[in-house]
């Protein structure tokens, strides 16, 4: 499995970054072959990061693949398989995420991963959504597009993973969602080792769904025009971004605690952010509707 | 000591804000105040955050005092004091951070506190510089004027204080210190209730020290010409500000975890921000010799 779970996540991310080139039109991805050998000897990987710079539509994205094994600390592994101990662990994976220039296009991330610890095995991932100015349907679109994939494999699947999305993605301090959510799954197939097949070909399904989810948004939304007012709004917005990935990501914390590759986990944070103080929208205003529909549940599709 | 320690942390915000102000020539401080009460009754608290954005000289500046009192939950309380179990607490402080429109000017950071847990009582804080081009004689000058204060208390004190800050203000995924340091000392007291007179002492001096370290700083560079890519250069410096705060911070996540006011906590935060991917600075160029000056040990004065 661990040999069909690096070729897909190496085919989706060549996929997707030419779909993306392609969508662009101007920007190209630069290819950053890394490798990563501590001097232990106990831990080792490498991989492919694709960042895009000042394309025509996205300010930044970047499309990592990574391959990694080592020992996990005995915190860690107490976490993932309730045994507290030096822990051998592989974890190949891709992970995306798409910062466009204008605030009428959301960002997206996406990520899809293969874990072995010890003798467990299991897949995780999803792909969630980050407007700036919403349009429901586009909300309806990418949540309607990802519960497809999931309802052809078990009726369960979008449900359970649209709700453990809403959960993960969500900034206590602030009382919001990161975004209007989308799937998210993990720990899949480790408790059911001969299911590990089927659940790979979930996998496949919804990493290949992620660009049906996204694109259409993105064609729809980039001929709206824009003004600073509203790009402060998106900087400001993604500063929240960044205090999510920060404090609550779980990829960040694992990767940078397993020693992981900085400049790779950190690819996700936004080009250009910025910070006010207490910044209220005003009343009525679509920046006030964003908030409000950030705080609240809600049921898409 | 609480009502002391309180009318201190005042008076040194309401000192440093008007010293700033005077420096800055045009801009001002908003002065916000406010309280937090949890529906439980548990948890109270209030305080006044002092706020600047866009003066002459500084880009974003904030002095914000808190007191805060309610239950710690039992692991923070393992961590303080030992014993894992609901704990009341009580804390006030000052806290500031001045991020300058010139890369050429240093961002400076400084907080002094009070804490009482259960029985146990004791005072924290520390000052620390970061810069974006680094004259040395001004990382001298900053150490020099801190050292000062704590020789006049006790000779270990800045040798400890100064290590700590090291040890503190320390980014392991990028092996860079924040900045170039200052002094940095909790807990003081904790275990010699008796000597709390004299550390208040101490406290207050290093809080009178602290703008006798920085303001002339400010006066020396802030003259000094600078261009667009050097502006770049603090823009992306000032995203390691933000992984730091977000990621390792005791501050902030003490805030956020005793349920304290999100916006006055991330009022450290610079007001904008940039990554970008992998960058490497020009070789044997003045960012190149900053990065490698907070990627070693080094003794100021």
């Not at 890394?34 to 000897?41: A, H, I, L, M, Q």
């Amino acid at each position: 499995m661990k040999e069909r779970a690096l070729i897909l996540v190496q085919r989706l991310q060549a996929e997707i970054s030419a779909a993306l080139e392609a969508v662009d039109g101007e920007g190209t991805f630069i290819d950053d072959y890394w490798t990563r050998v501590d001097k232990s000897g106990d831990h080792g990987g490498g991989g492919l990061t694709k960042v895009m710079r000042n394309g025509r539509i996205f300010e930044s994205a970047g499309v990592n693949v990574s391959e990694v094994h080592g020992l996990l600390p005995p915190s860690m592994s107490q976490k993932l398989i309730g045994e507290e101990r030096d822990a051998k662990f592989y974890a190949t994976g891709v992970s995306l995420v798409f910062h466009p220039h204008s605030p009428m296009i959301p960002t997206t991330h996406a990520n899809f991963r293969y874990l072995e610890v010890e003798s467990y095995s299991w897949f995780g991932g999803g792909a969630d959504l980050t407007p700036y100015y919403l349009w429901e349907e586009d909300a309806v679109h990418f949540h309607r597009t990802l519960k497809n994939a999931c309802d052809a494999f078990d009726p369960e699947y979008y449900p359970n993973f649209k709700k453990r999305c809403d959960e993960y993605f969500y900034l206590p301090h602030r009382g919001e969602a990161r975004g209007v959510g989308g799937i998210f799954f993990d720990y899949l197939g480790k408790d059911d080792p001969e299911n590990l097949p089927e659940i790979y070909s979930f996998v496949e399904q919804a990493g290949e769904a992620f660009l049906d989810s996204y694109l259409p948004i993105v064609h729809l939304r980039s001929d709206e025009p824009w003004d600073e007012n509203q790009k402060k709004f998106q900087l400001m917005r993604r500063g929240r971004y960044v205090e999510f990935n920060l404090l609550y990501d779980r990829g960040t914390t694992f990767g940078l605690k397993t020693n992981g590759r900085t400049e790779s986990i950190l690819m996700s944070l936004p080009p250009n952010v910025s910070w006010e103080y207490n910044y209220q929208p005003p009343a009525g205003s679509r920046e006030e509707a964003l908030i409000q529909t950030l705080s609240q549940h809600r049921e898409w599709v």
